[in-house]
């Protein structure tokens, strides 16, 4: 009997076992595939569309990201759609208040994902025709950085039929697409008719261009859309009576800032204080509020943007600066900025470890402080090199006959003459000495103590370097042969494979340029046209429908090599 139970427990518990719920293992293959569009009902273009629903049915659940934000219907709708998912089905129910003869495209952007791992379709849509024709017109273009002819990863293109100034600033476009990867665009079901055109890098996605940090591009001249004109009856090319597409480049920029504007401040130091700016300001000036300054107690140093400006503090004692910030005269704000830490520069000297100075500023400086430099020679200097000298803190003065080079010749060092050239005279931070060093022969520089004095009172302990210069096979050179057309001024740049500038010439006209002493490496030449004369780049206005200067980039990237000499011409028509 107990065998006879035994058993039936078993075959009992075999049973219960047997119809378990089966779970599939988890983990897996991650999905890496956006939501695909199986089906759509009515389809995808209909014409003559009457129905009040539209069904477009997917390959997996989905769900609509920001959907406010992203969906725009072209031509706007007095009543926008209302859209809701459903599983794998997105529901669209038209308002009844579409017009007659008309092609609408419902505009989804990347609002449509999956459920899972929210995987984004790309620019989605959907079009039809209330009409017995779907508009088949087409505009096409690239939308470009201005600055450096780049592409954006997200960039949309936006065609308004409001020819108004303010419409992409006060309406939602009548068009609308998204650049691809490499700069190009297309419209495709447009209507004829006359359109403004625009670029946006849409930061808050509303299609309407109205943050100070978003980029933007226009079309000088408003873009008409229309069909060609049809081919001859004789004809057999049959192509000709199609829509063609119609080439229109844009250039993206950041406009300017209608004003300047104060964004922050920071304390770098016990004696410096940086002012971030929107934009460069006018003459700024910091009034004192918790103490009376004797004479001059700041110094400004303005970036190359101009967008921010370090203030180098004089005479202050204060641990807690409290001032004033104004621009032009006006202020700007009232600011509080913590110089010295007691609790930290007490014990640091209790410890003799510390490295904050014993006041917060240069009025009093300690037996340690002295002048800070950077310099260029140490063991070889290229031999068409100046002495490059750069500094921390602004100088007030310097004695330029306590700089001495001395060449090498046999067992002894022969004094040479030099030159003081200075390449920073706003700020006194940076200056060269030029010397003129002949290929492979061996140097010496003596900086005396007491040469550099800064506006702290600070000056530099005595330095003394030995190198040797280089030889002029070591480097490639470049011709290059510039027929400039239009006799447009000019600024041509030679960058390295970083973009950065290396060398610049103004030109006007045909011209010869040799860059004469290049490294190995990957090069590129840029030319931008100076419409203003000011020797540099200047960026759209877009109130003003200015555009930015034009930019162009030699066709091909140099490769140059030691000892290579390479020649090219360069026809620039812009």
């Given at each position: ?300 140093i303005y970036n190359l943007n101009g967008d921010s400006i370090t203030s180098f503090l004089i005479g202050v004692e204060q641990d807690t600066l409290k001032y004033i910030l104004q621009e032009d005269g006006v202020s700007l704000d009232t600011l509080k900025a913590i110089l010295v830490k007691r609790s930290r520069a007490s014990e640091g000297r209790k410890r003799g470890t510390t490295d ?183 960026n759209g206005y877009f109130i003003k429908r200015i555009q930015p200067e034009k930019v162009f980039y030699f066709p091909h990237v140099l490769d140059i090599r030691a000892n290579w000499d390479i020649e090219q011409t360069w026809i620039i028509e812009p």
């Open positions: 009997m107990n065998r006879f139970k035994l058993a039936y427990f078993i075959f009992i518990a075999w049973i219960f076992a047997s119809c378990a719920t089966v779970v599939a293992p988890e983990g897996g293959a991650k999905d890496t595939t956006p939501p695909i569009a199986l089906e759509f009902q009515p389809p995808l273009g209909s014409k003559e569309m009457h129905q009040s629903q539209i069904e477009i049915r997917f390959d997996e659940f989905i769900v609509l990201n920001k959907l406010q934000e992203q969906f725009v219907v072209s031509p706007p709708m007095d009543v926008m759609p209302e859209v809701h998912t459903q599983g794998k089905k997105l529901i669209i129910n038209l308002p009844d208040s579409l017009r007659d003869e008309t092609t609408y495209t419902l505009f989804f952007g990347n609002a449509i994902a999956n459920f899972k791992e929210n995987l984004e379709t790309p620019n989605f849509s959907y079009h039809f025709s209330t009409g017995s024709q779907i508009d088949s017109l087409e505009l096409s273009g690239t939308a470009l950085r201005a600055f450096d002819l780049n592409p954006y990863e997200d960039l949309y293109i936006i065609l308004h039929k409001n020819l108004s100034d303010s419409n992409l600033q006060t309406q939602r476009p009548y068009y609308l697409t998204r650049a691809n990867k490499d700069g190009s665009y297309l419209f495709s079901n447009l209507a004829e008719g006359e359109y403004q055109l625009f670029a946006l890098k849409d930061l808050n996605r509303n299609f309407i261009y109205d943050q100070p940090a978003e980029e933007v591009a226009f079309c000088s001249q408003n873009v008409m859309v229309k069909a060609p004109e049809p081919a001859p009856t004789d004809s057999l090319d049959s192509t000709q009576a199609k829509p063609q597409p119609v080439q229109n480049r844009l250039m993206v920029f950041t406009p300017k800032p209608e004003k300047s504007l104060f964004l922050s401040h920071k304390v770098l130091s016990a004696n410096k204080i940086l002012h971030t700016f929107n934009r460069n300001p006018g003459k700024i000036e910091m009034i004192p509020l918790n103490f009376v300054p004797q004479g001059k107690w700041h110094h400004e904050l100075p014993s006041v917060s500023s240069g009025s009093k400086k300690s037996a340690s402080a002295k002048v800070q430099y950077q310099y260029n020679f140490s063991q070889t200097l290229d031999f068409f090199d100046y002495l490059r000298f750069n500094f921390t803190t602004p100088l007030a003065s310097f004695k330029i006959p306590r700089i001495e080079v001395y060449q090498a010749q046999d067992t002894l060092w022969k004094k040479i003459p030099i030159t003081m050239k200075i390449t920073d005279t706003l700020n006194q931070m940076r200056f060269a000495v030029e010397v003129g060093f002949s290929e492979l022969e061996k140097y010496k520089v003596v900086v005396r103590d007491s040469t550099f004095f800064d506006i702290y009172g600070n000056t530099n302990d005595s330095l003394v370097k030995e190198f040797s210069t280089t030889e002029m096979r070591e480097y490639g050179s470049f011709k290059l042969i510039l027929d400039n057309t239009k006799a447009e001024n000019l600024i041509i740049q030679l960058l390295n494979d970083k973009d950065a500038v290396l060398e610049e010439h103004k030109v006007l006209g045909a011209q010869t340029i040799i860059f004469p002493h290049l490294n190995d490496g990957k090069y590129k030449i840029k030319a931008i046209v100076d419409a203003n004369n000011n020797g540099r780049w200047d």
